[in-house]
């Protein structure tokens, strides 16, 4: 129906998430549309994204072999939140108020879909935890998998560091980067 290469786009753009056929095509023809040069510079924007690999220490995102958060000697290193993904950081970071480092799984326990602990960077976490250390703060998404990912963690760390999670105020069900900051806030101060 359309050129192979068009065809093509409107498949690739299909990949991302809650995108249909009639999106995945609207996609495309902006794309399309776009001058020659507003389209060298996405195509060159998504190749740069080979650059981006995961922080040494922590796991966040990063184009350097540590992140900023981490080289940062102003945050306090006692004290570590624990987050699924590195997008959960930018989401936390947002609120102005946590002077700690981070941790991300990268993911969550899911029997379901078969993710165990095993599959999740807990390991390296426990390698970070030192006498020094003060306190994991475990914010996960409230949800089941973020709540059998808490407790796990919780009964892996109880009796080696102090051990709290982000306090009600989020929604069960709903997912940190679509939480308003002054809910995240709230959530975060009221910790247990």
């Not at 220490?57 to 939140?81: A, F, K």
């Amino acid at each position: 129906m359309y050129p192979r290469e068009i065809e093509d786009l409107i498949f690739e753009m299909q990949k991302l998430p809650g995108v249909g056929l009639k999106t995945a095509e609207r996609f495309a023809f902006t794309i399309l549309n776009l001058s020659k040069e507003d389209r060298d510079h996405f195509s060159k924007t998504i190749k740069d994204l080979d650059h981006i690999k995961h922080c040494k220490v922590c796991g966040n995102l990063t184009d350097h072999e540590i992140c900023s958060i981490c080289e940062n000697q102003n945050r306090d290193h006692n004290m570590i939140c624990v987050v699924s993904q590195p997008k959960d950081i930018l989401t936390l970071e947002n609120m102005n108020s946590y002077e700690g480092v981070y941790h991300v799984l990268n993911g969550l326990i899911n029997t379901s879909k078969g993710i165990l602990p095993d599959q999740l960077d807990i390991e390296n976490l426990l390698k970070r935890i030192t006498p020094e250390t003060e306190e994991v703060i475990l914010a996960l998404d409230p949800t089941v998998e973020g709540e059998t990912t808490a407790l796990y963690l919780q009964k892996l760390l109880e009796n080696h560091v102090k051990v709290s999670k982000l306090a009600s105020g989020i929604p069960m069900g709903a997912h940190l980067d679509y939480t308003d900051s002054k809910t995240l806030s709230r959530a975060f101060e009221g910790r247990k």
